[in-house]
């Protein structure tokens, strides 16, 4: 079983930066592919960067591309969201996800099983 907490949201100035934090708690989570989406208020779901099983991987989102970097760390069951250069548009609820496909999916209705969020504010 996967159970997804995300931590270090927060509000923060743009042009700064956050980390946030993905941990499974269960034992399989070399096993999944992950996804970062961000839901801001009135909007769909929408995915911001994947990164493979190995960690080898990595896709992201135009509107976050070279701002943002996802790696994960199997050993310590976490994969990480480093956002960098923030804008007042990535202002959302962050998810992280676990895919048990082998192919890149970005839609949000390709994951398995979800975090419950964690709320990034960027003021101007």
């Known amino acids: 079983q996967v159970q997804l907490v995300e931590s270090g949201g927060g509000l923060v100035q743009a042009g700064g930066s956050l980390r946030l934090s993905c941990a499974d708690s269960?034992?399989?989570?070399?096993?999944?592919?992950m996804g970062w989406f961000r839901q801001a208020p009135g909007k769909e779901r929408e995915f911001v960067a994947y990164?493979?099983?190995?960690?080898?991987?990595?896709y992201y989102a135009d509107s976050v591309k070279g701002r943002f970097t996802i790696s994960r760390d199997n050993a310590k069951n976490t994969v990480y969201l480093q956002m960098n250069s923030l804008k007042p548009e990535d202002t959302a609820v962050y998810y992280c996800?676990?895919?048990?496909?082998?192919?890149?999916?970005?839609?949000?209705?390709?994951?398995?099983?979800w975090g419950q969020g964690t709320q990034v504010t960027v003021s101007s």
């Open positions: 269960g034992r399989t989570f070399s096993s999944y592919a």
């Open positions: 996800a676990a895919d048990r496909a082998y192919i890149v999916n970005l839609s949000p209705r390709s994951y398995d099983y």
């Open positions: 990164i493979n099983r190995s960690g080898g991987s990595t």
